[in-house]
Antibody, heavy 121, light 109 residues
Framework: EVQLVESGGVVVQPGGSLRLSCAAS????????MHWVRQAPGKGLEWVSL????????YYADSVKGRFTISRDNSKNSLYLQMNSLRAEDTALYYC??????????????WGQGTLVTVSS | SYELTQPPSVSVSPGQTARITCSGD??????AYWYQQKSGQAPVLVIY???KRPSGIPERFSGSSSGTMATLTISGAQVEDEADYYC????????????FGGGTKLTVL
């Protein structure tokens, strides 16, 4: 059974930094690309970032490019999102999600339950 | 930036057919994926690669795509199908950025 468990969400001040983690199990982690997707309270889904199976390719939404960095450690079956220069509009539930493919993104087939990031003074 | 457009809401009676559309300029070249999200829960994949149904998803869920529009069809909608539905795809510029539609609230009553 595929399991994705996010952690690291907290309340942080504007301008602050935060690192989210996602522990993956139930599948061969380094066979698949991985995503971060977020959902602001009461709003729709917003794609944030994608990393290829080997970490060699990364992609970002314009809204986070230059502030967020996606990474992975295949030896630990873990996905990360380093978030810098946080803004109020980054407040959201952040989901870790598994892609159907290894390199070029296909689509998301499994989701974690999310970790809540609140940016507020 | 690339956008996918969905109607904000669709309403049907139980047993009727619900159709949710998703329009985007890159859909003739890129697959559409559909996700169901019930209140307080994580999204669930219900259709992938335009029309394929994952194991465990009821047969009443089907998908199609023609030109710049993808459609999710729920034939004989049930009360338990009431949820938000999102389409997802990537743009055709080769930058591999994902994009979700704005979501459609399906009401079955």
């Amino acid at each position: 059974e595929v399991q994705l468990v996010e952690s690291g969400g907290v309340v942080v001040q504007p301008g602050g930094s935060l690192r989210l983690s996602c522990a993956a199990s139930g599948f061969t982690f380094d066979d698949y690309a991985m995503h971060w997707v977020r959902q602001a309270p009461g709003k729709g889904l917003e794609w944030v970032s994608l990393i290829s199976w080997d970490g060699g390719s990364t992609y970002y939404a314009d809204s986070v490019k230059g502030r967020f960095t996606i990474s992975r450690d295949n030896s630990k079956n873990s996905l990360y999102l380093q978030m810098n220069s946080l803004r109020a509009e980054d407040t959201a539930l952040y989901y870790c999600a598994k892609d159907l493919a290894a390199a070029a993104p296909a689509g998301i087939d499994y989701w974690g339950q999310g970790t809540l990031v609140t940016v507020s003074s | 930036s690339y956008e996918l457009t969905q109607p904000p809401s669709v309403s049907v009676s139980p047993g009727q057919t619900a159709r949710i559309t998703c329009s985007g300029d890159a859909l003739p070249k890129k697959y559409a994926y559909w996700y169901q999200q019930k209140s307080g829960q994580a999204p669930v994949l219900v259709i992938y690669e335009d029309s394929k149904r994952p194991s465990g998803i009821p047969e009443r869920f089907s998908g199609s795509s023609s030109g710049t529009m993808a459609t999710l069809t729920i034939s004989g909608a049930q009360v338990e199908d009431e949820a938000d539905y999102y389409c997802y795809s990537t743009d055709s510029s080769g930058n591999h950025r994902g994009v979700f539609g704005g979501g459609t609230k399906l009401t079955v009553l």
